[in-house]
């Protein structure tokens, strides 16, 4: 891991750079998922170096679940996600930020797509995407 960076717990935007290994974002999202203090979920979001205009994975956790949207020149969601409904993140700064529909997946997929898009900087593709719905 990247020397200074060893925690998600105050952080909104997180330039992928400073994560070390790609397994260290697993590490540092279940640890941050043991902190949540209600049962809403935290979400942060994750760019690759290029700045804050570059695409980007909003990632959360919420318990057994987390959360997945790819932001770039259109929103996409996983194609299998589960909530039917809006569901509730929130940032380290308490703004609201709830997840779309068909977001949310199990914990560890979630942790497996932030792993990958640390690895590789582009938009993952372990799970299949769909159009957010307007």
Request: charged fraction near 25%; aromatic fraction near 8%.
């Amino acid at each position: 891991m990247t020397a200074g960076f060893d925690s998600l717990a105050d952080q909104v935007e997180i330039d992928i750079s400073a994560i070390g290994q790609p397994e260290d974002i697993g590490r540092l999202l279940t640890d941050a998922n043991a902190a949540r203090s209600s049962a809403s979920g935290r979400v942060w979001f994750l760019f690759d170096g290029a700045g804050m205009d570059a695409p980007c994975l909003a990632v959360g956790v919420r318990g057994e679940v987390g959360a997945l949207e790819w932001i770039a020149d259109q929103r996409l969601v996983p194609a299998h996600g589960r909530n039917a409904e809006w569901a509730s993140y929130y940032t380290a700064d308490v703004h609201d930020n709830a997840m779309p529909p068909h977001s949310e997946l199990p914990l560890a997929e979630v942790i497996a797509t932030a792993a990958e898009f640390v690895r590789t900087c582009r938009r993952p593709d372990t799970i299949e995407w769909q159009p957010e719905a307007e």
